[in-house]
């Protein structure tokens, strides 16, 4: 278990590092000038030099990109171009509306999505499947802003049940969440259904019935441990998806969090703040993948012992459904 | 060697296209696309009005007889304007996936042939999907600018690694058989036996990836524009049209839940097609 | 006459996909007495495994259906008791085997505890005393006790299959059903399986029905066997009956068909043409348009069960004593 476990960590740490010189690099590439920015028309040669010197941006790529990532094992992100406040602080005031989101979401997607995927499997070609079949496949397909919108004008405009806007109290959240939770639990729902199916084809479920088992009992004991790798798969990329997707939800519904604070960087040109904050949603992706790594070898022993990749193993039940939303299935 | 191999990849295509005839909505969704496919090439043509023609006497009218969708704070039809944006639509979707695939499917195809390359390869799309869609996108958009081009490109770097996961699952066990060690045998070169062999044999679970990614694909770049990261005004993209009604919503809803539904049409039907192939790859129970 | 342990009467199981409906098994005649060793033999596709489906009840509905039939257990019919009754019987009284061993284990399971699966189902004893009981029964099946944590892949196939095998015994069963539980395995490890189900039947004492398709591993286990062709039984009778004297003519083809060490034969004598589809049988004899004997008679009517011998038994028009 140990090797498996330092396997993933070695792994988790050289992404993290991959994707911050990835996005590091990128952002050398960033049109205009931020010191001519930030000081505006009137600013002299030598305020825009003693500004670059202070930013240290006259130092090179190499000396930079180490001090970047120095800093940022100390907690330190740089400091925003607008505010001078440092990202670090902009972000941690602003993470905590993401993370509620993007948990409740999830949170919603599997107290939904589960029991009816499963309902659905065992009980195939149903009219209760047919209908929540037909629901899931709206739900992946809908972007998440016009459902938002949806609920904003059913639920706020005409009905006047909940705010439209904000952040303040429970009621507030139920709008933002929901469209969110109903996007996870429709993928979640489809990834759990097929693989059910996959599941319940097997051999050993046969088996099972052969010694005189109930059906209960297979679908907790035999069905579901076995079913829940791609589940915990399609989890995993929902809550990646929403720690960068969210941005979309915060822009209907005014919620300052992480997705709009990168946003408005970006149409501000303050790039510590860019940088910063995509590195730290990467970091967030990060940790999330390696969490789902130590669950399935919690649920599925073949993968401690077998010692194998992640790839090889998940690339059959991510083959079933696409990447980024959601199986195969 | 070469006669059985295309004889039995044509069966098993025929065979596939046979059991998707049967699933109806799936058919229905093909003829979707075929149509969407068609107003993306003659959308200009068969809009009654100009996308930006302005009309100020006819500003935010409820659809009627006369403009079908209504027209928007602007004055402009939307549903001409629907029609126009189409083709951004198919050509972001499907122009971001027949890259996506490309470049996904000959490193899946080295990854899963050389085993050298493997490790680096699935590495290195690791990281893509380290990072989640939206914000990559978001990142290259902000640093490369905001045309069009630049965004399929992207889009279609963040799919790359799903091309190229697929498809090397798929050519793994296909080059598991046997007779690729025949043709390595015989001494076939390596870019012949890629082609020519393992690719048609592989092509199954990747076919159903395409129509799954463009769907996706489709959907990023609606909110890349709809954060006004994408297209620009006043091209009448569809996720770009939904966030000019944002401020509407209240009385002419459809300014923004039209374009909306034009964006689920494409996007279902796509769904709908790749889980109809899907089940039609599927071993199913012959009895 | 002795009672006997099992007696299927006209079973008649139908799949439907669709619109094509096929005829799995029709009007099945099967007997095993107690402690008997029964084999089922019969082509890939006769419907072999679909009756031993039948027998446990685990025949997929849909697509399947139990058309007719009396299964005869003990006394009661099988096709007539309630599910909860059904599935106390399966485990503790009957127990099947599956032919693939490689996907007949949950991988995720150990394997001490599938087998003690199988028996806090049916005894009412506690975990302890039952993984106790789950250990002597790997050492039983040739598996040491200790390995009773481990998981199915960390087993080769003939071991997964001593396990199955296991977790199948050991509740004692009356009939134990083994669906070609040797079919997937090397030749080496078929015999060393063979063994040990020999071994546990006379020690267990437990009646088997053993469907295969190889005539070799009958007549090593099997007292009786019963040749089934398209659905139904054409021929069964002891062991030397069947074998020695074969009298039907599907039978007497699968005898001519194999390769015998005493003659010298230059080629095999195949039968001609293939089993019917199950969806389209001839109406009259299924072997019928393959049979080299066949009269007018055989096209049109279904021939009934005539005994030849003491126990042996035959389904074709040739033995008929009734008038023309």
Not at chain 1, 149 to 164: A, C, D, R, T
Not at chain 1, 230 to 258: H, K, Y
Not at chain 3, 65 to 90: H, P, Q
Not at chain 3, 218 to 242: L, P
Request: hydrophobic share 45%; with cysteine.
């Amino acid at each position: 278990m140990s090797k498996y476990f330092l396997n993933r960590f070695i792994s988790m740490i050289f992404v993290l590092l991959a994707a911050i010189i990835l996005v590091f690099t990128l952002m050398e590439f960033s049109p205009g000038d931020p010191v001519r920015l930030m000081m505006g028309e009137g600013a002299t040669e030598m305020e825009l030099a003693a500004l670059r010197e202070k930013l240290g941006l006259e130092r090179s790529y190499f000396e930079r990109l180490g001090s970047f990532i120095w800093g940022m094992v100390h907690g330190n992100l740089g400091e925003s171009y607008r505010s001078s406040i440092p990202v670090f602080d902009e972000i941690i005031s602003r993470y905590p509306i993401t993370l509620k989101l993007t948990f409740g979401s999830v949170l919603l997607g599997i107290i939904i999505g589960v029991p009816v995927g499963i309902i659905s499997a065992t009980k195939q070609y149903s009219i209760f499947d047919r209908i929540f079949t037909g629901i899931s496949l709206f739900g992946v397909s809908a972007p998440s802003f016009w459902i938002a919108m949806l609920l904003v004008l059913i639920f706020s405009v005409k009905l006047g049940w909940f705010p439209p806007t904000g952040t303040y109290s429970f009621e507030y959240w139920v709008l933002p969440v929901a469209t969110m939770g109903l996007q996870t639990s429709a993928s979640i729902m489809r990834m759990t259904r097929s693989s059910i199916l996959e599941v319940v084809r097997q051999d050993y479920i046969r088996t099972a019935r052969a010694k005189g088992q109930s059906e209960q009992k297979i679908i907790w004991k035999h069905i579901l441990p076995n079913a829940l790798i791609p589940i915990l798969t399609t989890i995993g990329i929902n809550i990646c998806s929403f720690l960068g997707g969210s941005v979309l939800v915060e822009t209907v519904f005014a919620m300052p969090g992480i997705g709009k604070y990168i946003l408005d960087c970006v149409n501000f040109k303050d790039y510590p703040c860019v940088l910063g904050g995509i590195v730290w949603i990467s970091l967030n992706c990060v940790v999330v993948t390696f969490i789902i790594d130590m669950l399935y070898a919690v649920v599925d022993p073949r993968i401690k012992s077998a010692y194998v990749s992640k790839k090889t193993q998940v690339s059959k039940p991510t083959q079933a459904e696409s990447g980024e939303r959601s199986q195969n299935a | 060697m070469k006669i059985n191999k295309t004889k039995r990849q044509n069966s098993h295509m025929q065979e596939i296209w046979r059991k998707l005839k049967i699933n109806k909505v799936a058919m229905a969704s093909l003829i979707v696309i075929i149509i969407i496919l068609f107003v993306a090439a003659f959308g200009t043509y068969l809009a009654p009005y100009h996308f930006a023609e302005q009309n100020y006497d006819k500003v935010l009218q409820y659809p009627n007889k006369i403009h079908l969708f209504g027209t928007d704070n602007f004055g402009r039809d939307i549903f001409s304007r629907i029609l126009y944006g189409c083709k951004y639509t198919v050509f972001i979707g499907f122009g971001a996936t027949i890259l996506a695939a490309a470049f996904g499917i000959v490193l899946g195809l080295l990854a899963a042939y050389y085993k050298k390359l493997d490790n680096l390869i699935m590495r290195i799309m690791d990281v893509f999907i380290g990072m989640p869609g939206m914000t990559l996108l978001i990142l290259i958009i902000a640093v490369l600018g905001t045309d069009i081009k630049i965004m399929v490109l992207a889009i279609a770097i963040s799919y790359t690694p799903t091309f190229a996961r697929v498809t090397r699952g798929a050519a793994l066990s296909v080059i598991n058989q046997e007779y690729i060690e025949a043709c390595v045998a015989i001494g076939a070169n390596s870019w012949r036996i890629l082609f020519k062999h393992v690719l048609p044999n592989s092509l199954a679970p990747v076919i159903v990836q395409f129509t799954l990614t463009a769907g996706l694909s489709i959907l990023l770049g609606a909110s890349l524009s709809f954060v006004g990261m994408g297209v620009q005004q006043p091209i009448p993209e569809w996720g770009l049209m939904v966030s000019d009604g944002r401020s509407y919503l209240r009385s002419d809803w459809y300014m923004s839940i039209i374009p909306g539904l034009a964006i689920i049409l494409v996007t279902t039907a796509l769904n709908y097609i790749g889980d109809g192939i899907r089940d039609a790859l599927d071993p199913r129970l012959n009895k | 006459m002795e009672s006997s342990l099992l007696k299927i009467k006209n079973l008649s199981v139908e799949y439907t996909v669709n619109k094509y409906t096929a005829k799995a098994v029709n009007n099945l005649y099967l007997e095993i007495g107690h402690g008997e060793c029964v084999g089922l033999v019969g082509e890939t596709g006769a419907g072999k495994t679909t009756s031993a489906l039948g027998i446990m009840r685990l025949i997929p509905d849909p697509p399947g259906k139990i058309i007719s039939g009396v299964i005869e257990f003990e006394g009661e019919n099988l096709l007539e008791v309630s599910e909860k009754k059904m599935r106390s019987i399966r485990g503790s009284m009957i127990s099947m085997i599956f032919q693939d061993p490689m996907t007949s284990l949950n991988p995720i399971m150990r394997v001490g505890d599938q087998i003690m699966e199988t028996i806090l189902l049916h005894e009412n004893i506690s975990k302890v005393e039952a993984a106790v009981k789950a250990q002597r029964m790997l050492e039983m099946v040739g598996i040491p006790a200790e390995r009773y944590n481990e998981y199915p892949h960390q087993f080769s196939g003939g071991m997964k299959q001593r396990v199955v095998i296991a977790c199948a015994l050991v509740c004692n069963p009356k009939l134990l059903i083994a669906d070609e539980p040797t079919t997937a395995l090397d030749v080496t490890i078929q015999a060393q399986v063979l063994e040990l189900i020999k071994k546990l039947k006379v020690e267990f004492n437990t009646a088997m029905l053993m469907i295969t398709h190889d005539l070799g591993v009958v007549r090593d286990i099997c007292d009786k066997v019963n040749v089934m062709y398209a659905g139904s039984i054409v021929e069964s009778g002891t062991v030397e009956q069947v074998f020695d004297y074969p009298q039907h003519p599907y039978t007497q083809g699968l005898f001519k068909s194999i390769p015998d060490l005493d003659t010298d034969s230059e080629r095999l004598e195949p039968i001609l043409g293939m089993m019917p589809d199950p969806g389209n049988l001839p109406q009259g004899c299924a072997f019928a348009p393959r049979c080299s004997k066949s009269i007018e008679k055989c096209r049109t009517e279904r021939p009934d069960i005539i005994q030849l011998d003491d126990g042996h038994f035959v389904s074709c028009f040739l033995f008929s004593t009734e008038e023309e």
